[in-house]
């Protein structure tokens, strides 16, 4: 029950950060092109003399031009930082990290648990090290004032994905080598299939 709690808070924050970070950048697009489009309607009325025209055009560009987007670009990079840190540790429980097992599929099957159980353990380790190491950076961070440009945000939040995401990684990689001591089968991800859709109710609808 608590796995099934992580999976899908999992699944949640990394649907919810890039849902986000794509709202920001497309009003930040919007917002940018919108001010160049009224400044071109602005002089384009002035040049015809409909002053009315070119009066409303400037009104509406001074108060879209009020709205400081600045802070977007710094939110999103921030945001897929942070999607890609938990994404990591999604694709280590759902398969769908690149792998190559030409060598590992010569080797005879005994052979070929050993070298995979090792390689989950060596990420495990690895990434329990990168977690232990971005604790402690943000432990340090936290004792200063440092602070994100444009949001001003404490940086020690900016930087809690490291050791967060690599310590979730980590328990992902011991989840995956526990299930594979078990059973002997790792995640596999059927890049084919779409979430939602049957291809066999698909194929029989259509015939």
Same mark, same amino acid.
């Given at each position: 029950?608590?796995?099934?709690?992580?999976?899908?808070?999992?699944?949640?924050?990394?649907?919810?950060?890039?849902? =986000?970070?794509?709202?920001?950048?497309?009003?930040?697009?919007?917002?940018?092109?919108?001010?160049?489009?009224?400044?071109?309607?602005?002089?384009?009325?002035?040049?015809?003399?409909?002053?009315?025209?070119?009066?409303? /055009?400037?009104? =509406?560009?001074?108060?879209?031009?009020?709205?400081?987007?600045?802070?977007?670009?710094?939110?999103?990079?921030?945001?897929?930082?942070?999607?890609?840190? &938990?994404?990591?540790?999604?694709?280590?429980?759902?398969?769908?990290? =690149?792998?190559?097992?030409?060598?590992?599929?010569?080797?005879?099957?005994?052979?070929?648990?050993?070298?995979?159980? &090792?390689?989950?353990?060596?990420?495990?380790?690895?990434?329990?090290?990168?977690?232990?190491?971005?604790?402690? &950076? =943000?432990?340090?961070?936290?004792?200063?004032?440092?602070?994100?440009?444009?949001?001003?945000?404490?940086?020690?939040?900016?930087?809690?994905?490291?050791?967060?995401?690599?310590?979730?990684?980590? /328990?992902? &990689?011991?989840?995956?080598?526990?299930?594979?001591?078990?059973?002997?089968?790792?995640?596999?991800?059927?890049?084919?299939?779409?979430?939602?859709?049957?291809?066999?109710?698909?194929?029989?609808?259509?015939?």
């Amino acid at each position: 029950m608590a796995l099934r709690i992580l999976d899908r808070l999992e699944e949640i924050l990394i649907a919810t950060l890039m849902g =986000v970070a794509t709202l920001i950048i497309f009003v930040a697009v919007v917002h940018r092109y919108s001010l160049g489009s009224l400044a071109n309607l602005t002089g384009w009325a002035s040049g015809h003399e409909y002053d009315a025209l070119a009066g409303t /055009f400037r009104q =509406v560009y001074k108060t879209l031009a009020g709205i400081r987007m600045t802070w977007a670009q710094e939110l999103c990079i921030y945001l897929f930082v942070w999607m890609a840190k &938990f994404g990591a540790a999604y694709g280590v429980r759902t398969g769908i990290h =690149v792998g190559v097992d030409v060598i590992v599929k010569r080797l005879t099957p005994d052979k070929q648990r050993w070298v995979t159980g &090792f390689a989950l353990l060596a990420g495990a380790f690895f990434t329990g090290v990168v977690g232990t190491l971005g604790a402690r &950076f =943000v432990m340090h961070m936290a004792a200063t004032d440092q602070t994100s440009t444009d949001l001003e945000m404490p940086m020690w939040i900016v930087y809690l994905c490291v050791p967060l995401g690599s310590y979730l990684m980590c /328990f992902r &990689f011991l989840q995956t080598l526990v299930t594979y001591i078990k059973t002997g089968e790792l995640p596999h991800h059927d890049h084919s299939h779409v979430e939602g859709v049957d291809p066999i109710s698909e194929l029989q609808g259509r015939t």
